[in-house]
């Protein structure tokens, strides 16, 4: 008997796949509202959720994972760039996009052409985007948000430039500053030592350059501070605004104890939204003491049986994966051996019962009652979340499910 997934539709085609389940996503989306919202706080007004959907959603479909939310009350979205932005926008969406890396000269126009709001991180690209309000005319103001530096050292203004872009804001008359953030380097890591400490030495200059705009007459509009570990891990540094990880849970290797991650994840639960399959289009007995793959890597210990899947790291299969990772397949964990290739990968199968060609595998995701999250598959080679996820490639098929 096959696996139990039913595959993609009836036409013939490559038997591997993504199924994004958009259920997960609505009932994570609605944990991480209730999360940092919790009742006892009595607020006015709930703090907003910003959904990060860069990289085509993290490997999900951007602008349909976005469609997907909006309608579930997402109510701001994120991208990275400018044709991210329009992309998300021609698939409907209306509410408010975020460009977390701003724009590059010649850009400005198409974004505020499609109603993009620009990430300021650089006091000239102010000018730049103040002529492409005026060009376009009309009395309503362009919104932008600024982003600080308050430490990691990668894009924003540096806290002691606040007073030059105050005073290049005030020469804007086009433009309305309508939120100001930050990025935390390290809000994962909670050990006594220097980087264990940043997050809180980054707290304290963003607040401070906040309290500069203010003084300086300058409404900094909305205020966001929470990337996805920060949601989770250090709910103190919640602002008005905050960025969840509705599609994926934010993880840093290397730096936070394992026990912090654990208790986070149980804090709030989420949901596998993307599960990765495919099909085992091959099956062959193997002797002991034969190579499996390239550079037979992997060698037989006993008669063994492998079976070939229609991925490799072609499709987003993690390649160091190889030989220490697994698969669900019929409700076992089933090892990966070998090298992955482009196109294939290898899987030993002799302790699956009944195991047969067309039977489906699922690389992470959710198989019949058990689960294989990506986040843990991440963790067990090393690398993060978001890598396996983004790596999916296009040539995969994505499926919308409930």
């Known amino acids: 008997m096959a696996g139990t997934q039913k595959s993609p539709r009836k036409e013939v085609r490559r038997p591997m796949w993504a199924e994004v389940s958009l259920g997960a996503l609505a009932y994570n989306l609605e944990a991480i509202r209730k999360y940092v919202n919790p009742a006892q706080e009595k607020r006015k007004s709930p703090r907003k959720i910003l959904s990060i959907v860069k990289g085509n959603g993290y490997g999900h479909g951007g602008p349909e994972v976005a469609k997907a939310l909006e309608k579930v009350g ?17 698939a409907g969406v209306r ?55 308050t430490g990691m050292n990668r894009l924003g203004i540096a806290t002691g430039d606040v007073e030059c872009f105050a005073r290049q804001l005030g020469k804007c008359k086009h ?34 350059a906040l309290e500069r705009l203010r003084a300086l007459g300058i409404d900094p509009g909305m205020v966001h501070l929470a990337n996805s570990a920060a949601i989770v891990t250090r709910p103190e540094t919640w602002a008005d605004m905050v960025r969840p990880g509705v599609i994926l849970y934010g993880y840093h290797p290397g730096y936070d104890p394992a026990e912090k991650r ?130 999916v490639s296009q040539r995969v098929l994505r499926l919308y499910v409930r």
């Open 175 to 208: 433009l309305q500053l309508t939120g100001i953030f930050s990025h935390f380097a390290s809000s994962e890591v909670f050990t006594d030592t220097a980087v264990g400490q940043q997050t809180r030495e980054q707290e304290e200059r963003f607040y401070a």
């Open 74 to 90: 997402s109510d701001w979205f994120g991208v990275t760039c400018t044709d991210e932005g329009i992309a998300v926008r021609k």
């Open 262 to 391: 654990e208790e986070a994840e149980v804090r709030l639960p989420l949901k596998p939204v993307m599960s990765l399959r495919a099909r085992v289009i091959s099956l062959r007995n193997v002797p002991q003491g034969a190579g499996v793959g390239y550079n037979a890597t992997f060698v037989a210990k006993r008669p063994s049986r492998i079976g070939v899947l229609a991925a490799g790291y072609g499709d987003g299969i993690h390649r160091s994966l190889g030989n220490r990772g697994n698969v669900l397949l019929r409700g076992k964990l089933v090892p990966i051996v070998g090298i992955i290739s482009m196109d294939v990968t290898m899987i030993d199968v002799t302790d699956v019962e009944g195991a047969e060609i067309g039977d489906v595998a699922t690389i992470y995701g959710t198989g019949g009652k058990e689960i294989l999250p990506a986040n843990r598959v991440a963790r067990s080679v090393g690398t993060v979340t978001s890598d396996l996820l983004c790596a």
């Open 95 to 149: 509410k408010p996009i975020l460009v977390l890396t701003s724009f590059v000269p010649g850009e400005e126009s198409r974004l505020v052409e499609h109603d993009l709001t620009a990430v300021i991180h650089r006091c000239e690209q102010l000018a730049l985007l103040n002529r492409a309000a005026t060009r376009r005319g009309g009395k309503k103001h362009v919104p932008f948000h600024l982003k600080i530096d």
